[in-house]
């Protein structure tokens, strides 16, 4: 049993293998937390918080006469509310027919099941026989608003999750103000926060701060999950690394307007709270009235960042993403965006996937400007009819063309996108989003669908169901190139506004899961100009997701690391395309760029036409190095060994679980003359295991047998104990930007 209950029905305590995380309904039917770490006992963790009378943290009617002691404003609460006493951040703030914006939430009773619970409408952490759920009622005794706080615990995973459930059991309406679904309460601590910032193109910069008195955040207004901050944060202490130190970890399976707090308060005790963003949030509930925030998925590790990523992992390959794409191999695809932009044929596509096909590549994939009057990127979205003049055939005869070819077909779609130079702007300019009467702000000179509304809903359903319907498509690129401002929806009245953007986010997935039912053998990779909309949310629908628009190997480096620490490489779109870098001029070598693509879902996006014999000569061998080692790049267990920011090689492995294989990569960022040499100390093999090295790497004939480092020549044998504590040395880089691959192998002497 994963979930224990005390004999008194008060004290919950759930347990993974290493984690163990309880709450207690105290003596005046308050929820407090108790604890959330390591794993331990049963025992009631509320005891050990300390209380004393605090000037100014007042004390709820029935207990401040006789004890001073008891305020809301410093116990640890497992759910916090706004307006009766808790001066801290808070997760529910609601507004009561009088005007007034009080709530006291009291233990209300619980229930434990078998399974994983499912959040209607939204995606979720999903699992069978081994979760268990924990759901604990809460209820407002003046106004009735019930609060169900649910719990999946994932015991072999090290993974809880947590979603709420708002019902107005009242005779009135509330409205929710604000409505996270996370407040943490850490009684004791001295904290830092890990989060990824960044821009359109270079997303996922790790930024590393103490938590300090005051309220940090980060979170997104921008109707996406948004390229600005991803809906994932760390909270550890002060010297974790990677194999030390207590971490938590928090990914938010949601795709819109987040926010993530955390407060260290007057007593240096932290508080996090996540969930929806509250500035675009106001939701009314009619009596009867539910509502399902969405979920935070969390994990704690007491051994460092490197098993808390791990542990996100697993828990995002095998019980977020679904579907038959979950694990079957995803084809190795080429991209046309970057070998053509708008500026193509027909012809002009079949040639790109001949020459792939001839190296090895499986899916091609048409990107943006096939369809109605798209030249450029100011005009047709909205109207997903081939151009056949500019295609040269209809859509049908051109995937037929590449089918011949070999080659399955994919397609780029901007669903929730409209041009106001388009014929669906011109039928139903009440579609786009925006103010009646004011005029819009543009972004790539276009709007956006109001995806709050069943209409549009249905009509993108009916039109990508026709096409997909109609055409054998394999692979749907699902990009989306705007954030979303102007929030106003046509059908919702006046004091339903505050609803608009989390209408939308639901019915981008009401869509999304029309479709993947529809069509379950489509794979879908989801994007949002890069990574504007890369979050655990998403990837319950389409199971990778371009990761920047940046392709350059180099930048991809640190974008990929700090991707790494939430999200699997088999989620990381990632892609080889041409030097110089489209983006930032650099030339890297092939094979670099190709060590990049492989830690994603590894593609191409450049015209092979113009590639060189000995580059072709490379990429094939790129194609059989992935397929090759397919099972350890996309499911191995993920280690970062070196960082991009420090040293002169970034390295990081992927390790067989069972420990009898690994494959290193190296890239050199930064060449040295007389350099200091690398080492790596390689994870996750079998300590008594003898292995041996296999070396990779595009310019062998620099580097004779003789010169090759211990360990690397043909014949010799290391144990795992040697590997794993003293590791062996990397050959140096005679080129900027040189890269190693390194195969690890369990062998008989
Ligand atoms: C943004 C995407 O991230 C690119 O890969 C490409 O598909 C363009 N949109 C097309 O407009």
């Known amino acids: 049993m994963a979930i224990i209950i005390d004999d008194y029905g008060k004290v919950f305590t759930l347990h993974t293998k290493s984690t163990t995380y309880q709450m207690k309904a105290d003596g005046q039917n308050v929820l407090l937390h108790a604890y959330y770490g390591e794993r331990t006992d049963n025992s009631d963790k509320s005891l050990l918080s300390y209380r004393a009378d605090r000037g100014f943290s007042g004390n709820p009617y029935q207990v401040g006469k006789h004890d001073r002691t008891y305020s809301l404003d410093s116990l640890p609460q497992e759910y916090s509310v706004f307006g009766t006493g808790d001066y801290r951040i808070t997760a529910l703030r609601v507004q009561n027919g009088d005007g007034s914006q009080a709530a006291e939430l009291c233990y209300d009773g619980y229930q434990v099941r078998k399974g994983k619970y499912a959040v209607p409408g939204l995606p979720a952490v999903y699992g069978g026989e081994e979760a268990e759920t924990l759901a604990v009622r809460l209820k407002d005794p003046y106004s009735c608003l019930e609060v169900e706080l649910y719990y999946g615990v994932f015991e072999e995973l090290d993974v809880i999750t947590r979603a709420v459930k708002i019902t107005n059991k009242g005779e009135g309406a509330v409205l929710l103000q604000k409505a996270a679904t996370v407040n943490l309460d850490w009684e004791w601590g ?76 007057q007593f240096g005790r932290t508080r996090l709270v996540c969930g929806i963003h509250p500035d675009n949030f106001a939701w009314t509930l009619e009596p009867e009235g539910v509502l399902w925030l969405p979920e935070v998925m969390m994990t704690y590790s007491g051994s460092g960042m490197g098993q808390m990523s791990r542990n996100f992992h697993k828990a995002i390959r095998e019980h977020v993403c679904r579907g038959e794409w979950r694990d079957k191999r995803r084809p190795i695809l080429i991209n046309n965006w970057e070998a053509t932009y708008f500026n193509f044929t027909g012809d002009d596509l079949v040639a790109i996937a001949r020459e792939a096909k001839k190296l090895g590549v499986e899916l091609f994939v048409m990107d943006d ?45 901007e669903p929730e996108g409209i041009s106001e130079d388009s014929d669906l702007y011109r039928s139903h300019p009440e579609w786009a989003v925006n103010v009646p009467g004011r005029k819009p702000c543009l972004s790539r000179n276009q709007l956006i669908l109001d995806f709050s509304r069943e209409d549009v809903q249905d009509h993108i359903i009916k039109q990508i169901s026709d096409l997909l319907d109609k055409v054998p498509i394999t692979y749907v690129k699902w990009d989306m190139n705007r954030a979303v401002c102007d929030k106003f929806s046509r059908v919702l009245p006046p004091e339903r506004q505050g609803e608009f953007a989390h209408r939308y986010v639901l019915g981008l997935y009401r869509v999304l899961e029309e479709l993947t039912s529809r069509f379950p053998k489509v794979l879908i990779e989801g994007c949002a100009g890069g990574g504007g909309r890369f979050d655990a949310g998403m990837l319950y629908y389409t199971p990778q997701i371009w990761g920047s628009d940046t392709t350059d190997a180099v930048e991809r480096l640190s974008i990929q690391y700090g991707a790494s620490f939430g999200y699997p490489v088999s989620a990381m779109g990632s892609h080889v395309s041409t030097v110089p870098n489209h983006q930032t001029g650099r030339e890297t070598p092939l094979f670099t760029r190709g060590c990049l693509a492989m830690a994603g879902t590894f593609g191409y996006e450049l015209d092979v036409d113009k590639m060189t014999r000995e580059e072709k000569a490379i990429v094939r061998e790129q194609v059989e190095t992935f397929k090759k080692y397919y099972h350890l790049l996309q499911h191995g267990d993920y280690y970062r060994i070196t960082t991009p920011f420090e040293g002169s090689c970034t390295v990081w492995e992927v390790a067989s679980p069972s420990g009898t294989e690994a494959l290193i990569s190296a890239v050199y960022h930064h060449v040295q003359p007389n350099p200091v040499m690398s080492w790596v100390k390689v994870q996750g093999l079998k300590e008594e295991s003898k292995y041996q090295l296999f070396l990779y790497e595009g310019l062998m004939e620099d580097y004779p047998e003789e010169k090759l480092p211990y360990g690397f020549r043909p014949g010799e044998y290391i144990s795992g104990a040697s590997l794993k504590h003293s590791g062996f040395v990397l050959p140096s880089a005679v080129n900027e930007f040189q890269a190693w691959q390194v195969y690890i192998k369990e062998c008989e002497e």
Not at 200 to 224: A, F, L, T
Not at 399 to 413: A, D, N, S, Y
Request: hydrophobic share 35%.
């Open 369 to 413: 400007g096939w369809f109605g009057k798209r030249e450029d990127d100011n005009s047709g979205l909205g109207d997903w009819t081939p151009n056949e003049k500019k295609l040269g055939c209809t859509l049908r005869e051109l995937v037929e063309r590449i089918h011949g070819e070999g080659m399955q077909f994919g397609i780029w779609l």
């Open 190 to 265: 001295d904290f830092q926060w890990i989060s990824f910032y960044g821009r359109h193109s270079m997303e996922m910069n790790m930024q590393r701060e103490n938590i300090h008195h005051g309220v940090q955040s980060i979170g997104s207004v921008r109707g996406i999950s948004s390229h600005q901050y991803n809906p994932f944060m760390i909270l550890c202490e002060k010297g974790a690394n990677e194999a030390m130190g207590g971490c938590y970890g928090f990914s938010f399976l949601y795709s819109g307007e987040f926010l993530m707090e955390a407060e260290k308060n």
